[in-house]
């Protein structure tokens, strides 16, 4: 999953930016609101963290700039506590939730990965594919119901496969929701991982489409 964090206060973006991608999130992070409107706009982002008050563009006029252009990406916006800014305001330009500031780190990776279920298929956070089943809100992976240990990376490449369950999904869809904007090595970083799930969670279990992408199959034979 790749996130976007659009806030001015450096330090508070770049520790939001690192315990994320700790999380296993890819995560860009950019300063002003005109910067994220235009990243947003042309990313694949899966969700944005956007801070209300921000040199440029307020977080406001960002989030109804995208919305007006059909841009139905989950908003997680930050208001300041001094009462300034209406929460009620930020859900009317279309934010999907808001957390003020101060707020604790845990609470918003909670927020972040409920609105990322909120806006899955399913209601629940338990994928199953054949004999896989991909917790994606415990971050847990059991294969025939022995628990397989992946890192951070391999999970956030098999929830990619996993959301999409059967269907074909690209090199380049994994490494845009796997990784960041800065991210500018070999795309054959992709097979890299997907060998290494292979090796976890059996051979068979991530077929090949030859020059179109991956297909997680779920059977270990
Ligand atoms: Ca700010």
Redesign the pocket.
Known sequence: MRLLIV???RRLALSLAKGLTAEGFAVDVVHDGTEGLHRASEGAYDLIVL????PGMNGYRVCGALRAAGDDVPILMLTAKDGEYDEAEGLDTGADDYLTKPFSYVVLVARVRALLRRRGRTASPVLTVGGLSVDTAARRVTVDGAEATLTTKEFAVLEQLALRAGEVVSKSEILEHVWDFAYDGDPNIVEVYISALRRKLGAKTIGTVRGAGYRLVGDRA
């Not at 801070?51 to 921000?54: G, P, Y």
């Open positions: 806030e001015d206060e801070d209300i008050m921000l």
